[in-house]
């Protein structure tokens, strides 16, 4: 199982980036996806996911309203869109998979089997 993060990079107070997370592996139309991130000396967060279908997403306060999870079942990939991005949102950015039986979300990161290797945002003030 491979999960590839990537998209991350600098980029000023305000702007916009897409991270994208494409897997190999599993059958990820069964898996629910998750972004987490992990700034310097802080715990790993949770960030969003997203359902096998899509029919359930969640996100953390701090990025709702900005932040925008997707995926394309078909591609195997998971997206994060972010905009209006804000130095408190610097940190490694991982995506995570995990099987469900059921369209539910997880949103704690001991319940994810799988994870990427991380691409890392930086964004500056």
């Known amino acids: 199982v491979q999960l590839q993060a990537s998209g991350g990079g600098l980029v000023q107070a305000g702007g916009s980036l897409r991270l994208s997370c494409a897997t190999s592996g599993l059958t990820f139309s069964r898996c629910v996806m998750g972004w987490f991130r992990q700034a310097p000396g802080k715990e790993r967060e949770f960030v969003a996911a997203?359902?096998?279908?899509?029919?359930?997403?969640s996100y953390t306060d701090s990025v709702k309203g900005r932040f925008t999870i997707s995926r394309d079942n078909a591609k195997n990939t998971v997206y994060l869109q972010m905009n209006s991005l804000k130095p408190e949102d610097t940190a490694v950015y991982y995506c995570a998979a995990v099987g469900r039986s059921t369209d539910s979300i997880v949103v704690l990161k001991d319940q994810y089997n799988y994870w990427g290797q991380g691409t890392l945002v930086t964004v500056s003030s």
């Open positions: 997203i359902s096998r279908t899509a029919g359930t997403i």
